[in-house]
Each structure stands twice: as structure tokens, then as C-alpha cells.
């Protein structure tokens, strides 16, 4: 199994496709790469966020406010947002691929996701920075 | 069974390979099973960036909205879904490092799926825990 990495490389690839690594679909891997390194990432973004919630459990309004207000937890929450709905909607468009049949039914999904997935990323980005910029009340 | 079969020619002789899994009498592994919870935990994680998010809109919006969502997550169904969130999140964490591993191509041998699979398990399941204690510990003290 873990013999199949050191399997002879294909005969039938041009030196050309295999420099570019892409194969006969033109695209997947920067999906594919994009899915890891947004995973890598996630390591110690999901943990920090993990800790600062336990460290906000039941704050009131004013320690919220003041806890986002500060650097480090305004950059990070950012991060975080950047990263989990890069992540989810790559991961979402894999399931959707493998359980929705019909073409247009698989792209439409696909293509909602993304757009929801953006959506929620920039709304929760304005959201920590009026907090941690003070243009929230 | 096999007994009948050897006095057929042998291309008329049914090979025992396994058939495609058969639900109601499907035996589940741990591997598979651990797979099918990988996506759907990530199913779960999405949803719950949803929350993330109205929490984060909500305190931007001000005291009302944000001491509404903070009731909502206090209450019974609130603790049950954060419950279920963490726990989603945790074994997400662990298993793709799992996943992360496998992609260099270490520890795919059948042996060292099993290990790791137990591992995961082991690990998220003391990590949400160490968290729900930790956080009620914050909570109440």
C-alpha cells in the first residue's frame, strides 16, 4: 500500500504533463493542495479558537467587546475565518460532487456553497473588525 | 459452499470475492466507519460556522442581539449543539492530522490504520473533556 508512491512513473505522460503535474483534467490539484494547507493551518487556528472560548464562556457584553478589541485576538479570529470557509467550501464541493448527480443540480450546489461560504467569511471579518475598531456601539 | 463449486470447470466457478457492502448485514470497521464521520463531521463544523458567525454579527451589533445569542447558547439546545460542535471539532482535528499523515505516505498499512483510527478516537474524545471541563470549571468559578 504504501509501496504505490514508489511505483514507476507512467511511460504514457510526457515529460511535459508530468512537469506540470496536472493530468488529463487540467485542474484538482491546487483544489486538492489549497484543502491541505487551509488544513494545516486549521491545526493551531482550531485550538486557539478552542482555548479563547473557554476563556470567554458567558461573557457579558463589555468583556466581549473589549477581548475582540484586542490585537491578537481580533488577527487571529480573521485568520480563522479565512481559513475554515476556504476550507469548508472545498470540502463541501467534494461531498457535493460525490452525492449530487445531476450536472446542473452539482454545479448550482457547488456554486451556492461558494457564494455562501464568502458571504459568511466577510460577514463574520466585518463583524471582529467593528468590534476590535470600535465602530461598533 | 466451496465443496459444490469444485467439480465445476473453473471459469463457471464463482470467485469468493467479497460483494459490495449489503447494509443489513454489513459488518462496520472502524476505518470505514471513521470515514463517514470525518465528512460528516465536517458537514456539522460548516453549520457550525454559521454560528461562529451570528455570534461574532450579533456582538457587533450590539448588547440585545449579543446577550440574545449568548441566552440561545446558555440554554439546553444551545449547550447540546456546542456540545456536539466541539466534539465535531475535535475528532475533525485529530482525524486530519490522521489524513495529513497518510498524504506523505506514511502509515497506510492496515496495521497502523487501526492504531491510528484508535488514537483519534482516544485523543478527541479526552480533548472535548479536557475543554467541557475546562470551560465549565471558567464558567462556574
Sequence with gaps: MSRARTAPPSRLRSPLGRARGLGSAKEGVEHWIAQRITAVALVPLALWFVAAMIGVVGADYDTMQDWVGRPLPAIVLVLLLIATFYHAALGLQVVIEDYVHGELARIGCVVVVRLVCVALAIAGIVAVLSLALGVAD | ?141
Design chain 2, 1 to 141: 459452499m466451496a465443496d459444490n463449486k469444485t467439480s465445476q470447470p473453473a471459469a463457471l466457478t464463482p470467485a469468493l470475492r467479497p460483494l459490495s457492502p449489503h447494509l443489513q448485514i454489513y459488518r462496520w470497521q472502524l476505518t470505514s466507519v471513521m470515514s463517514i464521520l470525518h465528512r460528516a463531521s465536517g458537514i456539522a463544523l460548516s453549520a457550525g460556522g454559521v454560528l461562529l458567525v451570528w455570534w461574532l454579527v450579533a456582538a457587533a451589533s450590539g448588547p440585545e442581539a449579543y446577550n440574545a445569542v449568548q441566552n440561545f447558547l446558555g440554554s439546553w439546545l444551545g449547550v447540546l449543539l456546542l456540545l456536539g460542535w466541539s466534539a465535531a471539532l475535535f475528532y475533525h482535528l485529530c482525524n486530519g492530522i490522521r489524513h495529513l499523515v497518510w498524504d506523505t505516505g506514511h502509515a497506510l498499512d492496515l496495521r497502523s490504520t487501526y492504531v491510528g483510527g484508535w488514537a483519534v478516537v482516544g485523543a478527541s474524545t479526552v480533548l472535548t473533556a479536557i475543554a467541557w471541563v475546562a470551560g465549565i470549571w471558567h464558567w462556574v468559578g
